[in-house]
């Protein structure tokens, strides 16, 4: 089965491809060559259809202000048949009255090394390395660590597939308390990753309704189905989703006391308020957050609410209880 490349990373490539050669390349070459078409053609995409992709990319380029230029036969300018293409360096360059700190350098590094094999393909980390369009070594100095997209679940990469191509998915969920999983069916909008967990947001379709799905309770594969929806859809679609996580933490909040200097202290610190007694912890999911805090062992205690002290106890007894009998 062939790779499908986006088109935003196609035209990312194509860009690469254009500012790296003086002499420019022929639209061959570019469809033999460019990753996106080459991938396309190998899976046996008709020449013609090829060129009409390459021709709308190009123009959709042009409208974005990138500054492809045409070259025809130096014998006669107007036979484009065997004309080549580049992009000259030259006006692809910030305005020389924008200068960026050190600090500010730092950031753009680094937001270009966020990419990573769970959110995009090595063609495409290729081509933001080789991306320098703000002159920056690299051997710049910067901040001492990078940070990266990091994705365990498995469903990450097709669900952001079918965002992309606005495809209806299907896949089993389940839901804390329930001991079988209940098949979803829905218009995947947005992926968020909130407290540090991923989650997809989109419409069920069992329900017309928007809601969040957390990356780890779906179970087994996701099925892209044949279905598609309306792209507009997914316009404000992730602010929408992290706006409705902040609200349901506004409303569920946890009162914990941490040990200082601890591992507990460290990552929950960052996102507890303190108080005369301890923290107020926001939390989006009582069962999570019982993970989570059960894990961190006698660095936690809850005082309230009940039901979560007693969620994160009943992890704790059966932590213990898993250890027992086995050898010292």
């Known amino acids: 089965m062939a ?6 990373e196609r035209q990312t ?6 500012m790296a050669t003086e002499i420019g390349l022929t639209k ?7 990753s996106g078409y080459r991938q396309r053609a190998d899976s046996g995409a008709r020449p013609d259809a090829l060129e009409k992709m390459f ?3 190009k123009d959709e380029l042009r409208a974005l202000g990138v500054p492809i230029e045409t070259i025809g036969e130096s014998s006669d300018p107007n036979d484009l ?8 360096q030259a006006e692809y360059v910030l305005p020389d009255d924008i200068v960026f700190s050190a600090a500010e350098l730092a950031v753009l590094q680094l937001a270009g090394s966020v990419w990573s094999a769970g959110s995009a393909s090595a063609d495409a980390q290729a081509g933001v390395r080789k991306i320098r369009a703000l002159g920056i070594d690299g051997d ?5 660590y990078a940070p990266r997209v990091a994705t365990h679940e498995s469903s990450f990469a097709p669900l952001q597939n079918a965002i992309e191509n606005t495809r209806i998915v299907e896949f089993d969920y389940l839901k804390p308390g329930e001991g079988i999983p209940q098949r979803r069916s829905i218009e995947p909008l947005a992926l968020v990753e909130y407290e540090a967990r991923w989650h997809v947001y989109g419409i069920d379709r069992s329900s017309e309704g928007e809601r969040t799905f957390l990356l780890s309770r779906i179970v087994g594969d996701v099925a892209r189905t044949r279905k598609h929806f309306d792209a507009a859809k997914r316009e404000g679609a992730g602010a929408r989703a992290r706006a409705g996580l902040e609200a349901v933490a506004a409303r569920n909040s946890a009162v914990v006391e941490i040990t200082p200097g601890t591992e507990a202290a460290l990552r929950l610190g960052r996102r507890a308020t303190a108080r005369t007694q301890g923290f107020d912890l926001p939390y989006v999911d009582m069962h999570i957050l019982a993970d989570e805090l059960a894990s961190y062992g006698p660095e936690v205690r809850v005082v309230e609410p009940a039901d979560l002290r007693v969620a ?3 992890r704790l007894r059966a932590t213990v209880a898993a250890h027992e009998g086995r050898g010292e």
């Open 13 to 18: 490539n194509l860009v690469v491809a254009l």
């Open 81 to 88: 048949r065997q004309a080549r293409y580049r992009i000259p």
């Open 140 to 144: 710049e100095p910067i901040i001492g």
């Open 312 to 314: 994160v106890i009943a």
């Open 28 to 34: 061959q070459q570019i469809l033999d060559n460019v």
């Open 55 to 57: 021709e709308r990319d």
């Open 3 to 8: 790779v499908r490349i986006p088109p935003e």
